[in-house]
């Protein structure tokens, strides 16, 4: 098990230990894809980590968007939040319904609108389960917190920078997505999309961070995933995958081998791949 980091990754028992901190926000951002067949309020509703909000990924997004789930526009962003009784002086901890998957989402989302004390609950709801801590199916109790946001627009990419990254190369573009996909191999789970991948681009599929139960790999493993996909680690680095989710697996992995200079970009696959001005590599990179 890393260390545990309140900004970064914590432990299940980390967590047990804060539950009943005023100052902690538990928030359930589980998202799934539709092949999952999985209903991610559904289950909340059945039972989650006690005090848990429910994060709405798809909710929480910009609506003006044609693309799933982009960054929402910073008011939207301190609404929904101040919804759920989320603000300024918490210590928030995110986890999903799959291990690790779409909390660190929401994780980067809190990152990119300035606020640092945000963690991500290593194994999710599952090791949580799994030993036989307490869940509830009961409504937390929601009380206004005023919050702050100051955007770091270094931290995310859209679709010109990063066509300008693959052309000049001076950034490492690095893909979340399954290698089949990487590489072309099957087709995209979302209608219209090219199979394929941004030209220059490596591939560290986010299961290659992971281990069997679904927490994170420490900082041997992290970096030996990374190496072995031939990521020049002195460039800055962009994390792309199919729509923006599990690219922040990859994101939350470099910051947790201190590697801060990364940038996600929100349209993923789901941009590039549908325009065909823009180029597409198949096979390996």
């Known amino acids: 098990m890393a260390e545990n980091n309140p900004r970064q990754l914590v432990s299940t028992a980390w967590l047990a230990d804060h539950l009943k901190d005023p100052d902690l926000r538990v928030l359930d951002a589980s998202w799934y894809l539709p092949a999952m067949n999985r209903d991610a309020k559904a289950e909340y509703d059945a039972g989650h980590i006690p005090g848990a909000r429910f994060f709405d990924i798809d909710d929480v997004s910009d609506a003006r968007s044609d693309l799933p789930h982009m960054v929402p526009p910073v008011e939207k962003f301190m609404s929904r939040l101040r919804a759920m009784g989320v603000g300024d002086g918490h210590q928030v901890v995110i986890y999903d319904g799959m291990g690790l998957f779409s909390a660190p989402r929401v994780w980067w989302m809190f990152r990119l609108m300035g606020k640092k004390d945000v963690a991500v609950l290593d194994g999710g709801l599952p090791k949580w389960v799994a030993e036989g801590r307490e869940i509830e199916d009961m409504p937390p109790v929601i ?6 946001v100051s955007r770091q627009n270094q931290m995310v990419k859209d679709v010109t920078q990063v066509a300008m990254a693959s052309k000049l ?14 590489r072309g191999d099957v087709p995209e789970p979302r209608e219209g999309m090219r199979a ?4 220059g681009s490596k591939n560290v599929p986010f299961t290659e961070l992971l281990n069997s139960d679904k927490t994170m790999k420490d900082e041997a493993g992290i970096k030996a995933a990374f190496e072995s996909a031939g990521v020049n680690m002195s ?3 962009i994390t792309s995958c199919g729509s923006g989710v599990t690219a922040a697996i990859l994101t939350l992995a470099l910051e947790r081998i201190g590697k801060t200079d990364h940038a996600l970009y929100d349209g993923s696959w789901s941009e590039w791949g549908q325009f065909p001005t823009l180029n597409v590599e198949t096979g390996e990179a």
């Open 143 to 148: 009380r206004d917190r005023h919050m702050t």
């Open 169 to 182: 190369g001076d950034w490492e573009i690095v893909d979340a997505r399954p290698a089949d996909r990487f």
């Open 196 to 199: 394929g991948h941004i030209p």
């Open 235 to 237: 460039k800055p680095i």
